[in-house]
């Protein structure tokens, strides 16, 4: 029998076996680094992690667009599980680049690089998000300022990415350029199933936490009814 | 299109009226502009480079808009003046463009006196700061009221507005400070009009969303 409830534990599944085997291809299968060495590996988590925060993001926005436009029910929770999630990976973002600056500059925080200035950005961003959500009142007019606020998000992403671009030039007149590894082709396949990895576990913690909430509202409404 | 700018010019006229009469909210932003500026004298070492006092001064700029923003709509919270302006017969965009129009001009005002203010206490300004600011004015003011309009709904106003805005200004203060230090300004311009286009035109479009159910 294969019913919808069958559909999380299958994923979760799947995010599990895949981060597995994405973290056995990391440290057993692919050759480490000339340069950086082992610290290099971490190269693994974060992009990933950072490409997958953006695609919390993304679908948290588009919910919200869709929630403003056609108003399908439950496109505000959704937006605002999204959401939730992509701070989480943004989080990660932060701390798993800080530990990498810290192994290859020496420092555990480097205005120069434009990634984690812009996830911090992001992060106060989106820790806003939670604070208006949190202020007001559940409703149709929370639903309506949270999903602008999501909008905004995506607008402030690629501009925030050029002003950091932009202020590089000023504040560290020599620009740091990330060439990365040269990707071999053992490197790309490692990296593109870290990154389905990450996909797949952003996504099954997203329908964990959906079906939660659903729960609660859903409880919420019986207890009103009873009531 | 005439009916839709007689809206925003009536509006807008509203809320700068309001000010003449009442005068509430000028004065403080002068005062608060240049105590800010004194508090800067203050705060940057006296062999602090020329460069950190025009970083200053965007800070100085951004906290005045900032504590304008917080009264952009202390006429509107009394008396549910709002739900009166939703009723009306206008386009709700309209609302938000007279109130950016009326919060600029206040910005404007208090600029009018905070710039030679600057150029008197630490050093002279080129154009491009100046034109820097009136483009940095438009993406505060549209963002700003925007975003005023949201706090506005929440329990901890006051509080909220600071939060929400300054993420959203931080592209502003790159592009206002990096007009006024950098060899070349233009691309900084073009950056702030850029920012200015992008954010007035969701801010315009999203506004209906912020006040209505």
């Known amino acids: 029998?294969?019913?919808?409830?069958?559909?999380?534990?299958?994923?979760?599944?799947?995010?599990?076996?895949?981060?597995?085997?994405?973290?056995?291809?990391?440290?057993?299968?692919?050759?480490?680094?000339?340069?950086?060495?082992?610290?290099?590996?971490?190269?693994?988590?974060?992009?990933?992690?950072?490409?997958?925060?953006?695609?919390?993001?993304?679908?948290?926005?588009?919910?919200?667009?869709?929630?403003?436009?056609?108003?399908?029910?439950?496109?505000?929770?959704?937006?605002?599980?999204?959401?939730?999630?992509?701070?989480?990976?943004?989080?990660?973002?932060?701390?798993?680049?800080?530990?990498?600056?810290?192994?290859?500059?020496?420092?555990?925080?480097?205005?120069?690089?434009?990634?984690?200035?812009?996830?911090?950005?992001?992060?106060?961003?989106?820790?806003?998000?939670?604070?208006?959500?949190?202020?007001?009142?559940?409703?149709?007019?929370?639903?309506?300022?949270?999903?602008?606020?999501?909008?905004?998000?995506?607008?402030?992403?690629?501009?925030?990415?050029?002003?950091?671009?932009?202020?590089?030039?000023?504040?560290?007149?020599?620009?740091?350029?990330?060439?990365?590894?040269?990707?071999?082709?053992?490197?790309?396949?490692?990296?593109?199933?870290?990154?389905?990895?990450?996909?797949?576990?952003?996504?099954?913690?997203?329908?964990?936490?959906?079906?939660?909430?659903?729960?609660?509202?859903?409880?919420?409404?019986?207890?009103?009814?009873l009531a | 299109m005439s009916g839709y700018l007689r809206d925003v010019a009536l509006l807008t006229r509203k809320d700068v009226l309001l000010e003449l009469r009442a005068r509430d909210a000028v004065p403080a932003l002068l005062l608060f502009v240049v105590s800010a500026l004194v508090v800067f004298h203050f705060a940057l070492p006296a062999d602090a480079a020329e460069l950190a006092a025009k970083g200053m001064l965007w800070v100085a700029i951004l906290f005045t808009a900032l504590l304008g923003l917080g009264r952009a709509f202390q006429a509107e919270r009394q008396q549910s003046m709002l739900d009166g302006l939703l009723l009306a017969p206008c386009d709700r965009s309209a609302i938000w463009l007279a109130k950016t129009l009326a919060t600029i001009v206040f910005l404007g005002v208090a600029e009018l006196v905070a710039l030679p203010a600057f150029a008197l206490f630490f050093s002279a300004l080129d154009w491009e700061t100046v034109a820097g600011i009136a483009l940095a004015n438009l993406g505060i003011c549209a963002v700003g009221t925007l975003v005023a309009a949201m706090a506005l709904a929440s329990r901890a106003r006051e509080l909220l507005l600071p939060l929400l805005f300054l993420p959203l200004a931080i592209p502003i203060v790159v592009g206002g400070v990096g007009a006024s230090v950098a060899d070349d300004g233009g691309r900084y311009l073009g950056f702030l009009a850029l920012y200015d286009a992008v954010f007035a035109i969701i801010s315009w479009a999203s506004f209906e969303y912020v006040v209505t159910e």
């Open chain 1, 1 to 225: 029998m294969w019913s919808r409830n069958n559909a999380v534990p299958a994923l979760a599944a799947a995010a599990g076996l895949l981060v597995c085997a994405s973290i056995a291809l990391i440290f057993f299968w692919i050759p480490e680094d000339a340069d950086q060495g082992i610290s290099q590996k971490i190269f693994y988590f974060h992009v990933p992690i950072a490409l997958t925060a953006y695609a919390c993001f993304g679908w948290g926005a588009l919910k919200a667009f869709l929630h403003l436009w056609r108003r399908p029910p439950g496109a505000d929770l959704e937006s605002y599980v999204a959401i939730h999630q992509g701070v989480i990976f943004g989080a990660l973002t932060l701390i798993t680049g800080s530990i990498w600056a810290r192994a290859s500059w020496g420092v555990w925080w480097a205005w120069s690089s434009e990634q984690l200035v812009l996830f911090l950005v992001l992060f106060l961003f989106y820790s806003a998000y939670f604070m208006l959500r949190f202020s007001v009142e559940p409703g149709p007019a929370r639903a309506n300022l949270c999903a602008v606020y999501a909008l905004f998000g995506v607008v402030l992403i690629p501009i925030s990415f050029l002003a950091i671009r932009l202020a590089n030039d000023f504040i560290h007149p020599t620009v740091f350029t990330s060439q990365g590894p040269q990707m071999a082709g053992s490197m790309f396949f490692t990296f593109c199933v870290a990154w389905a990895a990450m996909l797949t576990l952003a996504a099954a913690l997203y329908h964990i936490e959906l079906a939660g909430k659903r729960l609660d509202v859903s409880l919420r409404e019986l207890r009103e009814r």
